[in-house]
């Protein structure tokens, strides 16, 4: 008797909470054929393609209701290769923001910066780590060893302020490393875009560091997150001098 009753209890609540409504309801059909044969009021025939239907029908309601097997994680961290050319990324980009600690990854495709995304008139936002003495020693102590960060650094500044001349472009520098680099797409679309990139520690290359792609659609709370945390970092760092406009 507890048996049934907890059976009746479970089967109640899952009609209540709309939970296995297909078993059920083909139960009452195979309930209903059952009394209809034992009553000869359909025949043998009728009842076996009633019950093939049946059959089928539940087969392909449980293949179509199966959930996507969740990708490998291997699927969804990447190093920097998987991505190919910077420059792939830019047609179509009217927002881009960018955090590294010399961003040379990115200022190397400064030509297609300006074609893609300032020449159409859109902005670009980027930030580099401070050229403090003691600031960049720490930094260094992380970074991999194939990398002159302060050469790079000086010579991502000299771009930035050949750059900071186009209208729409802005770069400030900041005082911390937070042990990570950002690339942001279109953060104000629906189809907007996260890369995100790990800087480990005494990576062999830098390209080894590990990558993810968060994109608006897959995951809103993330993607905004790291939207969020450039905009942190941003209102941290410091102003670049303005560019002097040039003599006409």
Same mark, same amino acid.
């Given at each position: 008797?507890?048996?049934? %009753?907890?059976?009746?209890?479970?089967?109640?609540?899952?009609?209540?909470?709309?939970?296995? %409504?297909?078993?059920?309801?083909?139960?009452?059909?195979?309930?209903?054929? *059952?009394?209809?044969?034992?009553?000869?009021?359909?025949?043998?025939?009728?009842?076996?393609?009633? *019950?093939?239907?049946?059959?089928?029908?539940?087969?392909?309601?449980? =293949?179509?209701?199966?959930?996507?097997?969740?990708?490998?994680?291997?699927?969804?961290?990447?190093?920097?290769?998987?991505?190919?050319?910077?420059?792939?990324?830019? #047609?179509?980009?009217?927002?881009?923001?960018?955090?590294? /600690?010399?961003?040379?990854?990115?200022?190397?495709?400064?030509?297609?910066?300006?074609?893609?995304?300032?020449?159409?008139?859109? =902005?670009?936002?980027?930030?580099?780590?401070?050229?403090?003495?003691?600031?960049?020693?720490?930094?260094?102590?992380?970074?991999?060893?194939?990398?002159?960060?302060?050469?790079?650094?000086?010579?991502?500044?000299?771009?930035?302020?050949?750059?900071?001349?186009? /209208?729409?472009?802005?770069?400030?520098?900041? /005082?911390?490393?937070?042990?990570?680099?950002?690339?942001?797409?279109?953060?104000?679309?629906?189809?907007?875009?996260?890369? +995100?990139?790990? @800087?480990?520690?005494?990576?062999?290359?830098?390209?080894?560091?590990?990558?993810?792609?968060?994109?608006?659609?897959?995951? #809103? @709370?993330? +993607?905004?997150?790291?939207?969020?945390? +450039?905009?942190?970092?941003?209102?941290?760092?410091?102003?670049?001098?303005?560019?002097?406009?040039?003599?006409?």
């Amino acid at each position: 008797m507890a048996q049934l %009753r907890d059976l009746s209890r479970r089967t109640a609540g899952d009609i209540r909470h709309g939970r296995h %409504r297909e078993a059920y309801a083909l139960f009452l059909v195979g309930v209903a054929l *059952v009394a209809l044969g034992f009553a000869d009021v359909l025949s043998v025939k009728a009842l076996l393609s009633a *019950v093939l239907l049946a059959l089928s029908f539940l087969v392909f309601h449980t =293949s179509a209701e199966a959930p996507d097997p969740k990708p490998s994680l291997d699927q969804v961290l990447s190093d920097r290769d998987s991505f190919g050319s910077f420059s792939k990324l830019l #047609p179509g980009v009217r927002d881009l923001r960018v955090y590294g /600690p010399t961003a040379v990854a990115v200022i190397m495709y400064a030509a297609d910066i300006r074609r893609f995304v300032l020449a159409p008139g859109g =902005s670009v936002r980027v930030i580099i780590q401070d050229d403090d003495p003691e600031a960049l020693r720490l930094t260094a102590i992380q970074l991999d060893d194939n990398l002159d960060l302060a050469r790079t650094l000086q010579s991502s500044m000299a771009a930035l302020e050949k750059m900071q001349a186009e /209208p729409g472009f802005n770069y400030r520098k900041l /005082p911390v490393n937070p042990g990570f680099s950002l690339v942001i797409v279109n953060a104000n679309d629906r189809k907007g875009y996260v890369i +995100f990139e790990s @800087h480990g520690f005494k990576d062999q290359y830098h390209t080894d560091r590990m990558h993810i792609v968060i994109s608006r659609a897959d995951s #809103p @709370h993330w +993607f905004s997150y790291w939207v969020m945390r +450039f905009e942190a970092m941003w209102g941290a760092a410091q102003p670049s001098a303005p560019a002097l406009a040039p003599d006409r």
